[in-house]
């Protein structure tokens, strides 16, 4: 009888004791479950800015790295969180996000559109426009025109991306016969010394960017007028897929500025479609300046924008393709910059993600909102020492204005 006691009393006791195991370990999944509370939106833009710490809305514990998500493809996403919970245990827990793209494509046209009559041309890929992530986003032209007649069409020119964002600009195309489609190409010329004087400043210099357009450079007398510092083309790729060339004045105009005194910079004009490419580049243009002091930054210069639509590329494949230059360049020892026109540096390249910027806007003030260190205010600018016209640019410091 006391042996069946006893049995009951271990067998109760065991029971007890699982029981209480039970709810610790209860209790301690329920604690584990608590321990990160995510945010009530787990869905973020196509290349947005996210770190693991801007999806939790509370941590029992602390993160062992904040490190950058990837945002930069659409769709589900499993994102890995390590972090130590309150006991200091390290612990790995797994979290789904979202990347979607809401963004709508870009338009780049005036409101008046001239063509030649009769031409061949192909509004969808001639009017420049694109997508952050889609390559190749559907255009269509809606109303109707014929080439081949003079007048005016009232037309909307569309674009849909892969994510269903549509974008749609009136404008007017304008058909005109060939002897009057051109345009008033402006021929003010602006003299450097009225420049000097108009924009030199304490916190300002002024000086030129050159190429084997301008020839034969008087370098002393351009020295003598001013100039304080120089952009020089080192070379440029001979249109899409072609071979880099270097400019033919590229090492007399370095040596002989270099020699007065002038502060140099270059630039390179590209046609690159992949990073491969840049890259290259970019590769290419330090294999010619390994002697040479270049003291201001090396630009990359991709201006074809009438034919931007037929490379197939969204603006961050684009965004990209100058990264890659600009990288290695900075790799080599040297400063970079991106080389763009106003328009499309407010329209097209992740402007606040470049360190230096060389902004092309023609005009005696420029309303560019962006950061900026070196401003190309005219491209018909005269100065001693150069036939012809060259442009000119205004540097300003950080605090400059």
């Not at 904040?66 to 390290?90: F, L, P, Q, V």
């Not at 580049?281 to 991709?302: G, T, Y």
């Amino acid at each position: 009888m006391k042996k069946e006691h006893n049995k009951r009393i271990i067998i109760s006791l065991i029971i007890f004791f699982l029981v209480l195991v039970f709810f610790t370990l209860l209790v301690f999944f329920k604690e584990e479950e608590k321990s990160i509370e995510y945010i009530d939106n787990l869905e973020f833009e196509f290349n947005a800015e996210v770190k693991i710490s801007d999806i939790i809305k509370d941590l029992k514990g602390s993160l062992k790295s904040d490190y950058e998500i990837d945002t930069t493809s659409i769709g589900k996403k499993e994102i890995i969180i390590e972090y130590y919970d309150k006991r200091k245990k390290s612990k790995e827990k797994k979290c789904e996000i979202s990347i979607v793209d809401s963004t709508k494509p870009k338009i780049i046209i005036d409101d008046i559109v001239k063509i030649p009559q009769g031409s061949k041309i192909d509004l969808t890929e001639t009017i420049p426009s694109g997508d952050d992530c889609d390559p190749n986003p559907k255009r269509r032209i809606l109303g109707d025109y014929n080439i081949d007649e003079l007048g005016d069409y009232h037309l909307i020119f569309e674009v849909e991306d892969f994510s269903g964002n549509v974008e749609s600009k009136e404008f007017t195309l304008r058909i005109a016969k060939n002897e009057t489609n051109q345009e008033l190409v402006n021929t003010e010329t602006k003299k450097f010394s009225e420049v000097i004087n108009n924009y030199k400043k304490d916190n300002t210099q002024v000086g030129i960017d050159v190429s084997l357009w301008q020839g034969n450079i008087d370098w002393k007398r351009v020295k003598n007028a001013g100039c304080n510092f120089a952009f020089i083309r080192v070379g440029y790729q001979e249109d899409f897929g072609g071979k880099n060339v270097e400019d033919k004045y590229f090492k007399k105009n370095i040596e002989e500025a270099q020699r007065e005194g002038i502060k140099v910079g270059l630039y390179f004009y590209s046609y690159a479609i992949n990073e491969e490419e840049s890259k290259q580049q970019a590769e290419w243009v330090l294999s010619k300046i390994e002697k040479n002091n270049i003291e201001l930054p090396i630009a990359f210069d991709w201006e074809s924008w009438n034919s931007f639509v037929k490379c197939k590329l969204s603006f961050f494949q684009l965004n990209n393709i100058a990264n890659t230059f600009i990288s290695e360049i900075e790799k080599g020892g040297f400063k970079a910059s991106l080389y763009s026109s106003k328009n499309f540096l407010e329209k097209i390249w992740y402007k606040d993600k470049y360190e230096n910027i060389w902004l092309a806007h023609y005009a005696d003030e420029t309303d560019y909102e962006g950061k900026y260190q070196y401003w190309q205010m005219s491209n018909t600018g005269s100065i001693n020492g150069i036939n012809g016209n060259v442009d000119i640019n205004i540097f300003r410091d950080e605090n400059g204005s």
